[in-house]
């Protein structure tokens, strides 16, 4: 587990968050919550938990209903920022002689894996993007 402290000590001044390989938990230093509004004081919301040591936020944040707390500040991505990300992903796997990827377990709509997922003539040909419970490329 990465702790708030150490995190505060690496980058006092800038909001870090990390996600455990699990998908599960974030880690957290003290100017991330304070972008996200997340204090000692606020609640853990229904099915998700910030960590706490006595009382004090300890850096981890444990499922996601609170992870999307985390997450509120941040820059929304497009569409179009999501497909060039995806291609890029294509592309690289590609270099190196993979030509299949398969996406997170679920989209969160048919539009949305068929937007992410779709055709692009900057992808590299013979190449496939799946995601899981939905038509995709």
Request: aromatic share 4%; glycine share 10%; with cysteine.
């Amino acid at each position: 587990m990465l702790a708030r402290a150490a995190m505060d000590q690496a980058a006092p001044d800038n909001p870090v968050l990390v996600m455990n390989a699990s998908g599960h938990f974030f880690y957290a230093n003290s100017a991330a919550f304070a972008a996200a509004g997340v204090t000692d004081d606020t609640p853990d919301p229904p099915g998700g938990v910030f960590g706490r040591t006595d009382g004090r936020l300890n850096g981890t944040i444990g499922e996601p209903p609170a992870m999307m707390v985390m997450l509120g500040p941040l820059p929304k991505s497009t569409p179009q920022d999501i497909s060039a990300g995806v291609n890029q992903i294509l592309t690289a796997a590609a270099r190196r002689g993979v030509t299949s990827v398969r996406g997170p377990p679920r989209a969160a709509s048919p539009e949305s894996a068929s937007t992410h997922c779709s055709t692009s003539s900057t992808a590299p040909p013979g190449s496939r993007c799946g995601c899981p419970r939905h038509s995709s490329r």
